[in-house]
Structures are given as structure tokens and as C-alpha cells.
């Protein structure tokens, strides 16, 4: 029978398990880097050619690369559903598989829980568990599967032993969809078949049915590094260095001590450095007290200690540390009694401290999943426009690409253009593959020896790299011709002049255009070629927001309002986490004489990005309503008025706003501040604050 605190702490953990689901349907799949989608070009690959790749079948580089594909069926899996429902069957693959997950966590932490327990820090260390995982699970890759088998090996080995005949079943599905992880999988196997031949000779007793019904499968789980297509050519795989790797690739970067002390905390969540320092302190901790009070298993100890050389190894390895680190913390919490803890502070306190605690799993959930991305794909860092161009021009041909982004170029090219190479390093492009073609995007030399060496068709580069544009004005056979919100795509035109002649932009420079404010671009005085261009551009790729954003600046400026609202809800579509849309929509509503509808759009943007500016459109909005009690709480929060950059024509709003709400004693002060900065040759604002009457303003002014 399950005692009250269990059922109230246990129903606690499940509620806060399905507010997570709920936020993460919602969630789309996103670009935080773009290793998806060269999973989902080699599942195309293999049902379009019956094969496993066993080389860089998409890049140009020569001589192509071999290639052990060691999660070729994930590759499969995630294609097939991607085929079958788009993105919106990977958002759901995605809730499924962190639904198991979670599942497990719940049943490894309140699963068996017999007598008084600590059921209050049990269910913190379950929401910090869950919490943990929930940003690795933002993306699609096989990581999502290897935490979830390792959790179920550990579960049916501490509490189910009697279902080890599943483990060979898991063990080759985990080698096929994960291969390059074996050895955290043997890890696990040698560590509870030590333990169970410690046990035995310890009791010194002959080998039972009951030892057999575990250590057979254990024993043949083994096999499963070579029950794959690879057979031994998997085995060397983990141990390919990765020392050059962790210089340009951050997850495999070396654990760093210094990042043990950070805890910060912001808006009531901890940080995830901060979550994840938690963790490992109440890790170490309860291994501590399972050594000190000679509780701790030998399978555990193995675990713990194989789970820290990892972590050693790199940052990437915290998870799998985590999870490694469960049996430990698991077999440690009856340590701690409810007893002991209810003598730390009276009961009203607790019960405060306790309902405080739990809140605040909750405001990290919302923290994490606040301001979604367009659902259910976000094109957000992703070169999606220079790939809908290249598949509308459709000539093929090699194209020079960075390797940060050549996972979704790839997908969006082959098998029509092959690209120059992904971050599949070092276990496909090696290092040197690597050096090569990001200096060719840093270094004039490299990059000639590049075009002298392959002639690319196309190059594609990042927006914000203007050195390169630059270090291009040496190869005068390239020519830009299009641009989405991250690339802008170059093409030979001795191979393509065609399209040289017909999509090369002339009028202006993506790469500064992107970077231009919204002031500097309504102050362009001759836009109509820039107009003409953009219009063709955003005709190829309507989800252009850099375009989205000139057209509609544009029409404004012709008193086309509709049409430059148009624009701007295309980029609201695309982007509605950012708050550019929303502002720039309230720019045109309010110069259109909508102040009611601008007001709405300036505080969406609020809740996107808090600052001053945004504040400042606010307070101008409600004082054209002449709502002046509002305009003045606002433009106060607004404007710094001992900066330099508040001008004496913003400050004449907020006094006038202080004089008709009273504030005479404020609008003197602001005044005596405004008026040294009027220069005299400015006679309509001298006018204006003459006739503001600010106590001794006319004879100051006279």
C-alpha cells in the first residue's frame, strides 16, 4: 500500500511530466545546427539505392572519403516518418521517444519504494532529471535513442532481472541505430557480470538458474557490435581521435572545472551550466554516502567511475554520465529520512519551502519553451532560400559551401548539385578536410588554391562573412545572385552566364543590406532598383525576411500600407519569436494612423525582447492617443536622460507628457536639462518649448 506523501509527490511528477509534453508538441523542429537533415539525406540514399553509403556519396572533395555509417538505422527511421508526415511526424517522434524516457525516470526513481522515504527529494531529483534532458531532445539525432536504452538496460537489471532476455533484443537495435557507442553499452554489460560472479564466489555457491537467467544475456548482448551490416569495421570507430575535432566542434570539447562553480539563476530557473552542476554535486554527494555507509554495489561503483572517465573525456559525455550516475543516487536516497528532514525547520516552513521548490520546475518548463518558433519546421539558420533557388535554376554542379550548414545543404541539393562537406568529422571528412575548406572562407589564399583546384559551379557563404565578400572581388567570374536571411549564393558565371546575366544583383550588397538598421533603409533615397531586385528575389523565395523587411519599408514610403503590411506578416509567419515583425509592423500602423493596432504589435514585441526602444514607440503611441499619464510612465522607463543619445526632441515628449499629468516639479528638472541642448539655429523646437511654459522656460528661451 502507498502512503500519502508517495501519492502526492508521485502525482506531483506525473502532472509536471505532462505539462513538458504539452509544450513539447508544440515545439518545432529547428536549425541549432544541422545534423538532422544529412540523417535524413542518407535515409533517402538508402531507399533510393537499396544500400548502406559507404563513402561522402554528396561532396565533391576528391578522392571521396570512406565511411563506416554507423547509425544507418536511425537514418532510416527518421526518413521513412519524415516521408510519410513531414515535420510534423518528427515533432512527434521526438514527444514519443522523451516520453519513454521520461517514463523510465519516473519508474528508476518511484518505482519499489517500500517504508518512509524522502519522496519530496525524490521527485526534485526526477524534475531535475527530466529538466536536464529536455534541451538534448530539441533535436532530432541519435542521441535521442542511445539515453533511452541505456536507461532501460539499467532499469530491467536493477529492478527487473527477470526481463533480461530482452536485453540482446535492445542491444542490437541500440548497435544499428547507434553503433559508435558500444562501448557504453559494454561498460554497463561488464559491470553488473562482474558484480554477478563477485556475488557468487563471495558466497561461495555454485552458479544458479537465477545467475544464468542474467549473465546469458549479458554475455551474448555482447555480440551485438557485430550484428550490424558493418560487422568488426564498427569496433575502431569510437576510437577515432576527435583531440583537433574539439577545437572547432563544442560538444567535444574537454570537461571544464571551472564551469563547476557557475549557478546562475535566472527569472527563479537555474541556467542549464547551473542545472547541470546540481546534478553532479547531488551525484558525488550520495556516491559519498554510499561509500561511507559500505552500501555501495560493485555494478555501481563500475558505473559511477566509467561514467566520470567519460565525462573527463568531454562535455559531451554529461549525459550519459547522468544516467550512469543513477544507480548510485537511486540505491542512496533512503539514506536520507524524512525524519532527519523534518527536524531542519517547523512544518508551516517546510510545507512554504517545499510548494516554493516544486514551483520552480514549472517556470524552468515555460522558460525553456517560451517564445516558440514557427511550427512545425523553423527556417531560422538554415540556408533554405539558396537551396529553393538552386533546385528552381536546376543545372547541378558542385557548390562550395561551409561545413557548418552542409547537413541541410545536402539534403536540400543531392543528388542534383553535390556540396563540399557537412560536420560529419572527423569519423567521415577528416581534419585536415575541415582546415582546408573553412580557411577557404577566412583566407584569400586558400580559397584561390580551392577555386583553382575544383572551379565550383556555386559558393554559398554566410551573410555576416564580409570578408569574404570582400576577399571575392578578386574572383571577377563570380557573381552574386541570390540571398536568403543566412547565405548569400555566388555563381560562376563562365559555366552560367545565363544566369549571371538574369538573377545578378547590382543595386545593392546583401551582405550590408542584411546588417543595415531600419532607419539607415528608410533613408535610402533612390530604392526603386533595389525595389525591382528584391521584388525578384522574394519572388523565387517569399520567406526572404531581409527582403520582407526593405519591400514593406518601401510601400510605406509610397503610402502603400497594405501592401507593406503584407510583407511584414510574411516575416511575422516565418519568425514569430523575433521581435523585428512586430516592430516594424507597428512602425507602419502608427505612420498609417492605426495607433490602436500599433500599440498591440509594440507589446508583442514586448514579450520578445524587453528593451528601452521598443519602450520608447510605446510611450509615442499613447501620447498621440493623448494619453499622457501612460506616456509619461512609460517614456520615463524609456529613456536615460543623462545619456547622450536622449535628445532634446525626445526629452520635449516626456515633459509635456509630466505637464499635462501634473508633474510640474519633473517636467521643471527635464526641462532645465532639455534646453542646453537646443541649438539656436533650430527655431521650430526653441518655438515648441517656449510654448511648452515650463515655469521659467520663456524668459530661459527668450
Known amino acids: ?79 521513412k516518418i519524415f516521408h510519410l508526415f513531414d515535420y510534423y511526424g518528427l515533432v512527434y517522434l521526438r514527444m514519443v521517444i522523451f516520453s519513454v524516457l521520461a517514463f523510465f525516470i519516473f519508474l528508476f526513481f518511484f518505482g519499489r519504494q517500500e517504508g518512509e522515504r524522502p519522496h519530496f527529494l525524490i521527485a526534485l531529483v526526477f524534475c531535475l532529471y527530466v529538466l536536464f534532458f529536455i534541451p538534448r531532445y530539441h533535436l532530432i539525432r541519435p542521441h535521442m535513442f542511445t539515453y533511452l536504452f541505456v536507461l532501460i538496460f539499467l532499469y530491467i537489471l536493477e529492478f527487473h532481472r527477470e526481463k533480461s532476455f530482452l536485453i540482446p533484443v535492445v542491444a542490437v537495435l541500440w548497435m544499428n541505430l547507434h553503433g559508435i557507442v558500444y562501448p557504453l553499452m559494454l561498460l554497463m554489460i561488464f559491470a553488473y557480470l562482474i558484480e554477478a560472479f563477485y556475488r557468487i564466489r563471495r558466497e561461495k555457491r555454485r552458479m544458479l538458474r537465477s545467475d544464468l537467467s542474467v ?55 537555474p541556467t542549464y551550466p547551473a542545472m547541470f552542476n546540481i546534478l553532479l554535486i547531488m551525484a558525488a554527494v550520495f556516491f559519498i554516502i554510499a561509500a561511507s555507509t559500505r552500501t555501495l554495489r560493485i555494478s555501481h561503483l563500475i558505473l559511477f567511475a566509467g561514467g566520470t572517465v567519460l565525462l573527463l573525456k568531454g562535455m559531451r559525455f554529461k549525459y550519459e554520465f ?76 558542385t557548390v562550395l559551401n561551409h561545413p557548418d550548414r552542409g547537413g541541410y545543404h545536402q539534403w536540400m541539393l543531392y543528388p542534383r548539385y553535390k556540396i563540399t562537406m557537412d560536420m560529419e568529422v572527423p569519423f567521415l571528412f577528416t581534419n585536415e578536410d575541415f582546415y582546408v575548406v573553412n580557411n577557404a572562407f577566412k583566407n584569400r589564399l586558400f580559397l584561390q588554391r580551392f577555386i583553382e583546384q575544383y572551379d565550383p559551379s556555386f559558393i554559398t557563404v554566410s551573410i555576416q562573412n564580409t570578408f569574404f565578400r570582400d576577399a571575392m572581388t578578386s574572383f571577377r567570374q563570380y557573381r552574386i545572385v541570390f540571398f536568403d536571411d543566412c547565405e548569400v549564393l555566388y555563381v560562376n558565371s563562365g559555366k552560367h552566364p545565363d544566369i549571371s546575366e538574369s538573377y545578378g544583383i547590382s543595386s545593392f550588397d546583401p551582405f550590408s543590406l542584411s546588417q543595415t538598421s531600419i532607419a539607415a533603409i528608410k533613408a535610402l533615397k533612390d530604392h526603386a532598383p533595389i525595389m525591382k531586385e528584391l521584388l525578384r528575389i522574394a519572388e523565387v523565395y517569399p520567406d526572404n525576411a531581409v527582403a520582407n523587411n526593405c519591400l514593406s519599408i518601401f510601400y510605406a514610403r509610397e503610402g502603400k500600407y497594405e501592401a507593406a503590411l503584407s510583407y511584414i506578416d510574411n516575416i511575422i509567419m516565418n519568425y514569430p519569436e523575433s521581435a523585428t515583425g512586430y516592430i516594424l509592423k507597428g512602425d507602419i500602423l502608427q505612420e498609417a494612423g492605426r495607433l490602436d493596432d500599433a500599440l498591440r504589435n509594440y507589446k508583442k514585441a514586448l514579450r520578445r525582447w524587453d528593451v528601452a526602444e521598443i519602450y520608447r514607440k510605446v510611450g509615442m503611441v499613447y501620447y498621440k492617443q493623448k494619453r499622457f499619464g501612460d506616456a509619461y ?65 520663456k524668459k530661459i528661451l527668450q
Request: some cysteine; hydrophobic content about 45%.
Open 1 to 79: 500500500m502507498m502512503n500519502k506523501p508517495y501519492n502526492t509527490y508521485a502525482a506531483y511528477a506525473g502532472l509536471f511530466f505532462l505539462f513538458i509534453l504539452y509544450h513539447l508538441f508544440q515545439w518545432p523542429i529547428t536549425g541549432a545546427d544541422t545534423d538532422l537533415w544529412y540523417h535524413l539525406n542518407s535515409g533517402r540514399y538508402i531507399f533510393e539505392n537499396g544500400s548502406i553509403p559507404k563513402d561522402s556519396y554528396f561532396s565533391f572533395i576528391q578522392p571521396p572519403r570512406e565511411w563506416v555509417d554507423y547509425f544507418w538505422l536511425f537514418q532510416v527511421v527518421v526518413y
Open 215 to 269: 549473465i546469458i544475456p549479458l554475455v551474448i548482448s555482447m555480440g551485438a557490435v557485430y550484428a550490424t551490416p558493418h560487422g568488426h569495421r564498427l569496433t575502431w570507430i569510437p576510437f577515432v581521435p576527435t583531440g583537433f575535432a574539439s577545437l572547432y566542434i563544442k560538444e567535444l570539447q574537454p570537461f571544464s572545472f571551472s564551469g563547476l562553480f557557475s549557478f546562475t539563476i535566472t527569472n527563479f530557473c
Open 322 to 397: 547522468m544516467l550512469l550516475a543513477m544507480p548510485v543516487i537511486r540505491a542512496s536516497l533512503p539514506a536520507l529520512s524524512p525524519e532527519h528532514l523534518k527536524k531542519v525547520m517547523p512544518r508551516p516552513v517546510n510545507i512554504i519551502l517545499i510548494g516554493f521548490i516544486l514551483l520552480i520546475p514549472l517556470i524552468c518548463v515555460r522558460e525553456i519553451f517560451d517564445n516558440s518558433p514557427r511550427f512545425p519546421f523553423s527556417h531560422r539558420n538554415l540556408p533554405h532560400g539558396v537551396g529553393v533557388f538552386l533546385n528552381k535554376i536546376n543545372r547541378g554542379g
Open 633 to 697: 510612465k512609460t517614456l520615463v522607463r524609456a529613456m536615460d536622460v543623462y545619456s547622450i543619445e536622449t535628445t532634446y526632441k525626445d526629452l520635449y515628449y516626456l515633459i509635456d507628457s509630466a505637464l499635462r499629468t501634473g508633474k510640474k516639479r519633473e517636467a521643471e528638472i527635464l526641462f532645465r536639462y532639455a534646453h542646453q541642448s537646443i541649438p539656436s539655429s533650430d527655431g521650430e523646437w526653441l518655438r515648441r518649448y517656449r510654448e511648452l511654459g515650463v515655469g521659467e522656460g
